[in-house]
């Protein structure tokens, strides 16, 4: 695919768009040079309590202090709910769920997952629950956990999801961090015609967290779990007993909303921490121009509420905008490769995003399960989490799209709140591979390993050089941390730890993580992680882990193992280290491949040098580049020689 790959806004799409060309260049032009008239203007698409006068209060340098709107108050489950009542639109879907099982399904008008909000709101106030403490949700893919969000929003606390395929391990510090003092979990959940044990793991996790004081329990497949008196209760007992009305907390624009954990290079997983105000005006404001949505259509992201695209693009941003949105419990693949489209048909979905892999395992299926169903509903379609390659790119436009949707490639992070790169329908012309140009208010650029700004068309470090309202404010229990994880490599402007490459056109291609923070299938993960993993077991006395080229998951994880003195290298010992990893971690963390490594390749300081690691990983051994600053060169040879494919 070259740069000049260009694929253009088709008429009848620009002609009906939200947003053209001509509109996207004035909102471009308007919040660069008048960034508050900009943002006030934007921020009356939420509901406030109080209407901020202040707009934009943000310094990137010292200590780095990021205000948006800090004199406004709302809440912001009434701009999910309440004023779409008001409204009159109590009635409409808000959200439509489809379970593992393709025979279950429900709806839930606004009117209902308002008085379920209410309810379990009050139940979690009746539990002494207060603004400003941190609910810990863990739980499968049910409405119920939209409801859990938005309870704690309700009544001003912070919600902390953990995704609900993460381990005891890790489900254990992530309370402890932020010492949660609720669970909300299920007894099960559903997966690909599985069951996830989540109250089980919950148990397990529990008995290292004595911050937590109640467990609200969803009884959703109805299998029989262990309740522990005066600790743990069932959730529809809890919310009947509760009236379907529940007054919200008045919330500064700068309270917290919640804290969402990820992964960076080094150390534990951080929580990210977001805030009332700017975050919903972020959801609201790229929820409506990425997918030019429009009142009355069936919205569907595919992702997990465990991870951040589930927070802004499931429930915020869509039930901010009055969307009916689709909450799918289950996998593309189950019961057959067909089911997205299956349900696409179903549903007459009209905007569908999803993530790369996803696209790229079905890809592998080829078009027949897609040539069955109809999608004549499909309208826009979206990409998510990773670089999407272009053959992936193309197949997805041509095959699932049948060269009518536009595809909107969108980068962003768990830390940038929402999107911040992506083609808008109706206004910018794609090229397939590439995340396209910036949305109004957000201002990336390229910098060299010094710093130095870099113009033209070029690669190097993305940054972005001034806030955005969804911008994460700080990590939890550690601003210092915040500022010199995101702040210090590149003082003065918000490093991404990615890279990029910007083209003749200035149109953005990102080239992925620059940092040790890998990809695996749209997951994020930090190799420090699964290296502590491995190092945590007795057998292993090293361990380094780096990503490699993978066909499905963009990124595969390939582990080198030094052994303790004595231990020897087996085919069992292997598999029991996979299954550690998966035990300590959670399955999301399986090494692809583990390699015996007798010694690594280390400087004769004593540092790992990673770069020839990741070139053996990915069979690239003819280009290892400079090996003499190693203490014992002979390692490299020894490790590309036994190379495991
Ligand atoms: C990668 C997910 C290329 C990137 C929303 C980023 C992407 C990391 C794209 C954040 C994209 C996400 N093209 N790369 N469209 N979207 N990424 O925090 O490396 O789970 O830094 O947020 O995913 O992952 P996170």
């Known amino acids: 695919m070259t740069d000049d790959t260009l694929i253009a806004i088709k008429p009848e799409i620009a002609a009906t768009a939200r947003v053209t060309a001509e509109r996207r260049a004035a909102m471009v032009q308007a919040a660069a040079s008048d960034p508050d008239g900009f943002w006030r203007q934007e921020a009356s698409r939420i509901a406030w309590m109080k209407t901020p006068t202040k707009i934009k209060n943000t310094d990137f340098t010292g200590d780095v202090s990021i205000k948006w709107f800090e004199d406004g108050e709302l809440n912001a489950s009434v701009s999910c709910l309440d004023r779409h009542l008001e409204a009159g639109r109590g009635d409409q879907v808000a959200i439509l769920w489809e379970g593992d099982d ?40 049910i409405v119920e956990a939209a409801v859990a969000m938005l309870a704690c929003a309700r009544i001003g606390a912070v919600h902390s999801i953990v995704f609900g395929g993460f381990s005891p391990d890790s489900l254990a510090s992530r309370i402890q961090d932020s010492e949660c003092s609720v669970l909300l979990t299920a007894d099960e959940g559903r997966r690909g015609g599985r069951k996830v044990p989540l109250k089980a793991n919950a148990d397990e996790a529990l008995k290292t967290c004595p911050s937590i004081r109640h467990v609200l329990v969803v009884r959703n497949t109805g299998t029989q779990v262990a309740m522990q008196e005066g600790r743990d209760l069932w959730w529809h007992e809890a ?107 179903k549903h007459q979905v009209n905007i569908f995003y999803t993530a790369p892999t996803a696209i790229r395992a079905l890809m592998r299926e080829g078009e027949g399960p897609v040539k069955k169903h109809s999608r004549k509903s499909l309208r826009v379609l979206g990409s998510v989490g990773e670089p999407i390659n272009p053959e992936a790119w193309l197949w997805y436009y041509r095959v699932v799209g049948d060269e009518r949707c536009p595809i909107v490639d969108t980068w962003w992070q768990t830390e940038t709140g929402g999107i911040l790169i992506s083609p808008l ?21 390229l910098v060299d390993g010094d710093g130095k700004v870099l113009e ?165 051994t003819d280009s290892l580049g400079d090996t003499s600053t190693l203490a014992d060169p002979a390692v490299v040879t020894e490790l590309v020689e036994n190379r495991v494919s």
């Not at 909000?117 to 949700?137: E, H, Q, S």
């Not at 994460?472 to 229990?477: A, H």
């Not at 918000?494 to 083209?503: L, M, N, P, S």
């Open 102 to 141: 393709p025979n279950a399904d429900s709806k839930t008008t606004y009117a209902e997952l308002h008085a379920q909000v209410c309810r379990v709101a009050n139940a979690l106030r009746a539990l002494g629950v207060k603004k400003g403490d941190r609910v810990c949700i863990y739980l499968p893919m």
């Open 456 to 620: 033209g068309a070029t690669e190097g470090n993305l940054v972005i050089t001034d806030s955005w309202p969804g911008q994460m404010r700080s990590i939890y229990g550690d601003h210092a941390r915040f500022a010199q994880t995101y702040f210090s490599t590149f003082p003065g402007k918000y490093f991404t730890g990615d890279g990029a490459r910007r083209d003749a056109d200035g149109y953005w291609w990102i080239t992925g993580r620059v940092d040790d923070v890998i990809n695996v299938a749209g997951h994020r993960m930090g190799t420090a992680e699964v290296e502590s993993a491995l190092v945590a077991h007795p057998k292993v006395a090293e361990a380094a882990v780096v990503g490699m080229p993978h066909d499905i998951k963009g990124q595969g994880i390939y582990a080198y193992v030094t052994l303790v003195a004595g231990e020897e290298p087996t085919e069992a010992l292997r598999k029991e280290l996979v299954a550690w990893v998966r035990k300590e971690i959670g399955p999301i963390a399986t090494p692809d491949a583990i390699q015996w490594a007798p010694g690594l390749p280390k400087t004769r300081s004593g540092k790992i040098m990673r770069r020839i690691l990741r070139k053996i990983a990915a069979n690239e």
């Open 239 to 345: 919310a009947e007993a509760q009236p379907a009305t529940c007054e919200p907390e008045r919330m500064n624009a700068e309270d917290p909303l919640f804290i969402l954990y990820t992964s960076g290079s080094t150390g534990k997983p951080k929580g990210v921490l977001h805030t009332t105000g700017g975050y919903m005006v972020w959801a609201s404001f790229t929820h409506e121009l990425v997918f030019d949505y429009r009142p009355g259509e069936i919205y569907w992201c595919t992702a997990d509420v465990g991870w951040v695209t589930g927070h802004t693009y499931i429930v915020y941003g869509p039930l901010a905008n009055g969307a009916t949105t689709l909450m799918f419990e289950g996998v593309p693949n189950y019961p057959d490769s067909g089911r997205m489209w299956q349900v696409v048909d």
């Open 425 to 445: 329908p109706g206004a910018v012309a794609q090229k397939p591979g590439s995340a396209t140009l910036p949305l109004p208010g957000v201002f990336p650029a």
